[in-house]
């Protein structure tokens, strides 16, 4: 029997799935969103940038942003009751109104 791959994106092909009209690279100005230190933003993962995704447990999570580091974002979690901090890229960011 062949072993199942447990890599990182494994069974995520309904979480990481884009609708069709959504197809293909999105629009700059989600890469170009600015994030103040207090902000409330969700986790929304763009499968079609790589860099900076975080992990897809944290798809659909909401956190505070913490700091800056380089183009990216430090954004604090809760999952159970441990806080967890990601690294996370603006792409795969969305903010709470």
């Known amino acids: ?10 069974k ?7 609708k069709p009209r959504t197809r293909g690279l999105s629009s700059i100005t989600r890469a170009m969103q600015q994030f103040n230190v ?6 929304d993962i763009d499968s079609s940038i790589h860099k900076g995704m975080p ?3 944290f ?3 909401t956190g505070v942003v913490e700091g800056k580091q380089g183009n990216a974002y ?3 979690i ?6 967890k901090t990601l690294i996370v890229r603006p792409e795969h ?5």
Do not use: A, F, W, Y
């Open 1 to 10: 029997m062949v072993e199942r791959s447990k890599g990182i994106r494994s």
């Open 59 to 61: 798809q659909g999570l």
């Open 12 to 18: 995520t092909r309904s979480i990481l799935r884009k």
């Open 93 to 97: 960011l969305g903010r709470v109104l």
């Open 78 to 83: 809760v999952v159970g009751k441990k806080h």
């Open 38 to 43: 207090g902000d409330h933003v969700n986790i």
């Open 74 to 76: 430090c954004v604090g």
């Open 55 to 57: 992990t897809p447990h």
